[in-house]
């Protein structure tokens, strides 16, 4: 009998049909599939042409390699159909999936950003704008502005413009109008975010979003008749912004990135970091500035988050329900539980997504039981002893592997919080796009044996923390990843009598 393989399939899937393709898949470089746990957690997500990109390799090579097994294989060599129908799209893909709705459109859309970018008037550009759409979908301008960005456009120079870009698509969305004149040239239309259910993340997001206004109100008035005592406490209730940002920058754009969606992640997330900057400044100068020195300097940063309420509601969130798959949103959901609610006392559960997660959580303990013995050089132990005890250590604990991907992490310190959705993918798509070159430098050096070790030691949430990096080597001295360990010292030097 013939075996055919579905790359349009899930690597558990196609397992469950063949379980010879597991010993199959390790041996040709893929030996992650052999750990139960691994193959529960992302093979549920994983396609075999999204594990060929994650690791860099060849496809051809890899299908040629399955033929040696007696595999043959058919469907979509690139892994990207089925992208946002929550069934069964890639979480991996790796080429950009986004389709223009036609060139002309794009290019128009593309040249007005540019247009902006040199220094025209928004007025102007506005105007020509409004003659050419009737109305944009999310997908468009994402596109419009990754293309500027491959075309040499620094980052930083998109981000800076980033305001004035939302500005000119107020009311002119495909999510704001009932007209939708390039739909017939797109295979689907994003999702509405209304349309999901109760206690879905985009829905809790959206919650917090609403939230956030009614801060955003309060503040404007207290900051336009100078009441600094409102404005001060307005401001303590904002620090809900390291939670609502953290998870759209950890649980979403990891995701958007394995799909090719870049740029408005990359953008986002630098205009994110400059907003919590801010509000750390304005309240560091509340106590000793009076209201007056502050007012348009505040009135113009409040108005900054006001317009990353609109760019998350009428293209991020939008993008995120195009392409994510219902298995992708219910990992989102469990991570969600982790971060925790920003603005909001609470939350309402999603009911498929806790279905999920309680069955997720009885597989995973189940598979983590029928571990055997880690046979160490300094002894053994079993699997799930060595998880408890990790789990038991008060630090934050990551490992990327010497292909730069991902692969496990435990973080009882609590310090920097990571999702399990973004297990499996390349380091740099969890990082804002200004920090990426340090990061690459850091791990080349230590491939290279340039050195072995980094410390930095920085107030992390108003707390005194050590960040360590640590080059992971065999006994030969080969490379076999990077670790990072992260430990709040507030104990100790409140034990040591220094607290300060």
């Known amino acids: 009998m013939e075996k055919v393989l579905d790359l349009n399939k899930t690597v558990a899937e196609l397992v469950g049909e063949y379980p010879e393709l597991k010993q199959a898949m390790a041996e040709i470089g893929f030996q992650e599939i052999t750990n139960p746990v691994a193959l529960q957690l992302m093979g549920r997500v994983m396609t075999i042409p999204k594990g060929v990109a994650v690791k860099g390799m060849d496809l051809s090579e890899v ?20 992208v946002g129908s929550g069934r069964g799209g890639d979480a ?60 040499g456009m620094p980052i930083r120079e998109v981000r800076n413009l980033c305001d004035i870009h939302s ?20 295979a689907t239309a994003s999702p509405d975010i209304k ?12 919650l917090e979003n609403e939230e956030l206004a009614k801060i955003l109100d309060a503040a404007e008035k207290a900051l336009t008749s100078g009441e600094k005592e409102s404005f001060a406490e307005c401001l303590k209730k904002m620090t809900g912004l390291y939670v609502h940002y953290g998870k759209k920058e950890m649980l979403l754009m990891p995701l958007l990135y394995r799909y090719g969606v870049t740029g408005p992640s990359g953008i986002m997330w630098g205009v994110d970091d400059e907003i919590k900057r801010e509000l750390r400044a304005i309240s560091q100068e509340m106590a000793a ?6 007012q348009q300097r505040a009135a113009a940063w409040l108005q900054r988050i006001r317009e990353m309420i609109y ?13 994510f798959t219902e298995e992708e949103w219910f990992m989102v959901y469990r991570d969600t539980l982790v971060f925790g609610n920003a603005f909001l006392a609470d939350a309402p559960p999603w009911e498929d997504g806790e279905i999920w997660v309680q069955k997720e959580i009885a597989e995973e303990q189940k598979a983590l039981a029928e571990q055997g013995m880690i046979h160490l050089p300094t002894g053994e132990v079993s699997v799930p002893a060595l998880y408890g005890i990790l789990s038991l250590l008060p630090v934050d604990i990551t490992f ?30 969890c990082h804002p796009a200004e920090v990426v070159p340090v990061i690459h430098r850091l791990l080349e050096d230590f491939k290279t044996g340039k050195r072995d070790s980094m410390e930095v030691w920085k107030k992390i949430k108003g707390k005194p923390v050590s960040v360590q990096y640590f080059a992971v080597r065999d006994t030969a001295g080969d490379y076999l990843g990077t670790l990072e360990v992260v430990q709040d010292f507030s104990k100790a030097l409140e034990h040591f009598g220094d607290a300060s």
Do not use: W
Not at 63 to 82: H, N, P, W
Not at 312 to 317: D, M, T, V, Y
Not at 400 to 413: A, H, L, S, W
């Open 63 to 82: 299908i040629e390699g399955l033929k040696r097994y007696g595999f043959s294989v058919m469907g979509d060599a690139q892994g990207c159909t089925g």
């Open 311 to 323: 760019k998350e509601e009428k293209i991020l969130f939008p993008l995120t329900l195009r392409y």
């Open 195 to 206: 349309s999901v259910p109760i206690g879905h993340p985009i829905h809790i997001l959206c």
């Open 167 to 186: 500005a000119l698509f107020h009311g002119k969305t495909a999510e704001e109008t009932t007209e939708h004149p390039h739909q017939a040239a797109t």
């Open 400 to 429: 990327i592997d010497k292909d730069d991907i991902f692969r496990f992490f435990v973080n009882e310190g609590r310090i920097f919080e990571r999702p399990r959705s973004a297990l499996g993918g390349r380091v740099e798509n």
């Open 92 to 151: 991996f893909a790796p080429t950009n999936p986004m389709k223009s709705p036609g060139e002309e459109r794009l290019g128009i859309l593309k040249n007005l950003l540019a247009r902006l970018s040199s220094g025209e008037s928004p007025e102007a550009v506005r105007q020509d704008f409004v003659r050419n759409f009737k109305s944009v979908s999310a997908e468009e301008i994402a596109s419009a502005e990754q293309q500027l960005i491959r075309d």
């Open 289 to 294: 500035d009076s209201m007056p020195s502050l």
